[in-house]
């Protein structure tokens, strides 16, 4: 990406080391990780399974505390949180979008992409307006009432986008936001996903294994054995 060192810090993480379990059956998940990523830009975690980018993006999100290390968001220390203050940080400044949609079969598209902001205590009546804005955003009028099983795949998808980004986070993580879906599909959501979620105030993180969509990133860290082993620009790769 041009420019990036000119761009504020999203995320910054120095030395992260995660292990899961102990004795012979312990497994290193990360092992020193170092990584910025920029507001503006679409960075993808890639490498094959197990070699920790899970781990990495639930640490650098909050959600999992590191053995050692730092890891900062927006210039604050996630590690120096109380529970409630990270959890209340995460509420309002990071967006996630799952593999599997996540999404709560007995309620509306709406009522699902409104979940963040009652979370943060917005009325019933504006998050719902809110809600039918973004899903208009997303290219779903008219599927505001839909439930989740009356919806294909890739609206789904967009629904799990549109509630991603309905509190406006300056982070957002997704992981295997395709996986699930045919080629066409997502394609689209990835359209979708760096029109709308990439901004000069925002980062995209995407954690994938689907070659097809690497050409949406600006740079690519490639990950094995709980290393990042280089970083990839994609716009050098391609010219």
Known sequence: MKNETLRPLAVRCNSLTKRYGSGETAVQALRGIDLDVHTGELL???????CGKTTLISVLAGILDPDAGSCALFGRNLMSMRTHER?????????FVFQSFNLIPALTA????????RINGVNRQDAQARSEAVLREVELSGKENALPSQLSGGQQQRV????????????????????????????????????IAVSRERALVIVTHDARIFEFADRIAHMDDG?????????????
């Open 44 to 50: 993808m975690l890639v490498g094959p399974s197990g």
């Open 87 to 95: 959890a209340a940080f995460r509420g309002l400044n990071i967006g």
């Open 110 to 117: 709406a009522e699902n992409v409104s979940i963040p902001l």
């Open 160 to 195: 799990a986008i549109a509630r991603a980004l309905i509190h406006n986070p300056r982070l957002v993580v997704c992981d295997e936001p395709t996986s699930a879906l045919d080629h066409g599909t997502g394609q689209r959501v990835m359209e979708m996903l760096k029109r």
């Open 227 to 239: 290393r990042i082993l280089r970083i990839e620009h994609v716009t050098a790769r391609n010219q």
